[in-house]
Structures are given as C-alpha cells and as structure tokens.
C-alpha cells in the first residue's frame, strides 16, 4: 500500500503497529493513569488494536521520585506534544517508513479462515480502497524524458529515429505502444502514467529482450553450427585432395619417363630451328638498323650543314649589298665604319657557326666508327654462341645414343 505522508495518519500507524517507540509524552500519558507502581488498566476485550494492548500489559517501570518542578522548567501538555511530533516527524524525514495495515481475516480467530466482506470493511473503514481509488484516477508513476528513453530505447521500432528531441521521441513511441492516451501524459520535463501502464510497458520490454535473446541464441547457435559443418567439410576436402594427389602422382610418374623422351626430340628440334631462324634474322635486322640510322644520321647532318653554309654566303650577300647601299647613300665616314663594325660581327659569327658545323661533323664520323665496331664485336660473339651451342647439342647427341638401347 502507499505509505501515509500526513502526521496525524504516521501516528496511526505507530499506533495500530505498536512495534515503533511510542513519543514520551503518550508513555508519560498511559503510566501516569494511576497510582505510582500500578501498570494500567488493559482495554476492553472488544478492542481491535490488539498490539497496543500487548504493550499496554507489560509491567511498567517503578516511577521515579516526584519532585516539585520550578515553574521556569514545567511544560505544559501542549508543548510536550508538539515536542513529541518534532522528534517523531525528524524520525520520519530522516527514514524511509513503511506502513502495514492489520486487517482480521474472520471473526472467530480460526486459521484458514478468509472473510471477504470482512476484509472490505476493514479496508474501506481504514481509507484503502480510497486510497487506491485515488492512486488509479491520477498518475503515481512518473519520470524524466531522459530515464524513460534509456530505459525503454528497446521498443523503438525505428534503426535511427529522425527526432533528436528526447521528448518528441518518446511521444512517438507512447503513441505506438499505448493506444488510449489518457493513460498517459506529457509534461514539461516528465511522463505520467496511470497504475498498471509501467507494467504493460515492462511486458514489452521483457518480450522485447527474451525476442532479442532467442534472435541471439539462434545466431549463435547457427554460427557454431556452420562452424562444425565447414571444419568437417575441410577435413573432408583435405583427404580427398590427399587421395586425389596420390593417384594423380602415381599416374604422373608413369606417364613422366614416357613423355621425356618424347619431348626431348621435339624441344631439340624446335631450339635448332627457332635459333637457326633467329640468328638469320637478328643477324640482318641488326644491321640494317644500324646503317639505315647511320645513312639517315649521316644524311641529315650533310643537310643540315649545307643549309647552314648556304645561310651563311646568302646573309654574308645579302649584309654586303646592304652595306654597299649605305655607303652610297650615306657620305659620313663615322655611319660607314660603324656598318662596316657590325658587318664584321656577322661574319665572325658566321664563322664560328662553320666551325661548330664541321666539329659536329667530326663528331659524327666518330660515332659510325664506334657503331662499325660495336657490329663487329656482336658478330664475333654471336659466332661464339654459335659454336657454344653446336657442341651442346653434340654432347646431348652422344647422351641420348648411350642412353637408347
């Protein structure tokens, strides 16, 4: 049951329990009922509170001596009981009590014994029902956005929810879940639930998880399955392609020495003529390549040097008719010797090109020496490769007629 939140009902609790420690002003109450040393009279037999006459019947302590208070120090009743409801409500705010209603479960005592009308006016007379009346018309669950979302993120049937908002998030998700939304409300930093929907909405968590759960297993499951199946298919595939090797070798080794032969005399045969051919050919297309390089070098420096030669009388021609013109036109003799300077300038230039054009020249007849050389050098070894291979094959002529029968 929830537990009472008032003073006056926390009393009746203490009351009805008889298990909690009484304030000191209702001991001093119920022991100074009669004479010093007397416990007091128990209550009627027709009581209900049962555990408070059980209290009540102990033996009471001998009470001390009576003194005459002074008047400064005597506390009126008044103020004994607001003294004992502070010590009591510090107790209660300073704990978390729980309270327990007593009820009869028949008239007559006997165990096994359940009165169901009985039992409703119990509850009924102590405010229960009511309470549980007013428990279902509000919303005693509630919480933050945040804690729910943590908690119940399982239900969310969406990978990636669009929403960042917690609170837009969880609307959508209580709209999908819970169809009537008058068991529920949305306030500004928690939800309110009616009695019984934390329960329905723990249901489809504890299914959610034990679906995850068996999702899981059988994942797990299958993989050790598939595990086995592809160790075995691998030991399988390992001794078939043992097996398989095995006589393939055996099969190979018998085939091998016939073959051997067979290939010896077609290999033999097909270097003999693939070297005869590619000797012939690399032999002529050497050396055409080197003297169509060397003809087409050869005639394109001639051109070249002709057509610088040619440049050069031609400018030289053309430089003295200019300068003649000038000198005709031009009587000064400081303008004819400053043409007749650089007249002479072109013309060293023009010698200096000849030059380089004939060291170019040399040059290149260097180079058809070198390359004439280069040619001879690979016809004599070619000719030793030759030679090379001619007694190999001897030798394997000699080899295979010892071999042969």
């Known amino acids: 049951m929830a537990p009472h939140k008032s003073p006056i009902g926390a009393i009746q609790q203490l009351g009805l329990r008889g298990e909690e420690p009484r304030p000191p002003f209702m001991r001093s109450c119920w022991t100074s009922s009669g004479p010093a040393g007397t416990p007091p009279s128990p209550p009627s037999s027709g009581s209900t509170n049962r555990p408070i006459r059980r209290s009540l019947t102990k033996s009471a302590p001998p009470a001390p001596p009576i003194r005459t208070p002074d008047r400064e120090n005597r506390k009126t009743v008044g103020q004994q009981f607001r003294g004992s409801l502070r010590l009591l409500m510090e107790t209660l705010n300073s704990t978390t009590p729980h309270y327990v209603r007593c009820l009869k479960p028949n008239e007559q005592r006997q165990p096994f014994r359940f009165d169901?009308?009985?039992?409703?006016?119990?509850?009924?007379a102590?405010?229960?029902?009511?309470?549980v009346r007013i428990s279902a018309a509000g919303f005693p669950t509630r919480c933050s956005y945040q804690d729910f979302l943590n908690r119940y993120r399982v239900l969310i049937k969406k990978r990636d929810p669009v929403k960042k908002d917690p609170k837009l998030i969880c609307q959508d998700l209580l709209?999908?879940?819970?169809?009537?939304?008058?068991?529920?409300?949305?306030?500004?930093?928690?939800?309110?639930?009616?009695?019984s929907q934390v329960a329905y909405l723990e249901k489809l968590r504890a299914e959610r998880l034990l679906a995850a759960a068996i999702l899981i297993q059988a994942t797990y499951r299958g993989w050790l399955q598939r595990r086995d199946f592809r160790r075995k298919r691998l030991a399988a595939a390992?001794?078939?392609?043992?097996?398989?090797?095995?006589?393939?070798?055996?099969r190979y080794q018998k085939l091998r020495a016939a073959a051997i032969k067979i290939q010896a005399f077609v290999r033999g045969a097909l270097i003999r003529s693939n070297y005869q051919q590619a000797r012939a050919e690399r032999s002529a297309v050497?050396?055409?390549?080197?003297?169509?390089?060397?003809a087409a070098r050869f005639r394109y420096r001639?051109?070249?040097?002709?057509?610088?030669?040619?440049?050069?009388?031609?400018?030289?021609?053309?430089?003295?008719?200019?300068?003649?013109?000038?000198?005709?036109?031009?009587?000064?003799?400081?303008?004819?010797?400053?043409?007749?300077?650089?007249?002479?300038?072109?013309?060293?230039q023009l010698q200096r090109r000849i030059h380089q054009q004939e060291r170019s020249h040399k040059a290149l007849q260097d180079e058809v020496a070198g390359l004439q050389k280069e040619l001879r050098d690979r016809e004599r070894d070619e000719e030793r490769r030759l030679k090379t291979l001619q007694e190999e094959m001897g030798r394997l002529r000699k080899v295979w007629g010892a071999a042969t029968p």
């Open 116 to 124: 169901p009308k009985r039992a409703v006016q119990q509850l009924r």
């Open 126 to 131: 102590c405010g229960v029902l009511e309470t």
């Open 175 to 195: 709209q999908d879940l819970i169809k009537d939304p008058a068991h529920f409300r949305l306030g500004r930093t928690k939800l309110f639930f009616r009695s």
């Open 238 to 250: 390992i001794l078939q392609r043992h097996i398989r090797g095995f006589l393939a070798r055996r």
């Open 286 to 294: 050497t050396i055409q390549r080197h003297f169509r390089g060397f």
């Open 302 to 348: 001639r051109l070249r040097a002709a057509a610088i030669t040619l440049q050069c009388f031609y400018r030289r021609r053309a430089a003295r008719r200019r300068l003649e013109e000038l000198r005709s036109q031009r009587g000064s003799k400081g303008g004819a010797e400053r043409l007749g300077a650089g007249m002479e300038q072109k013309v060293v």
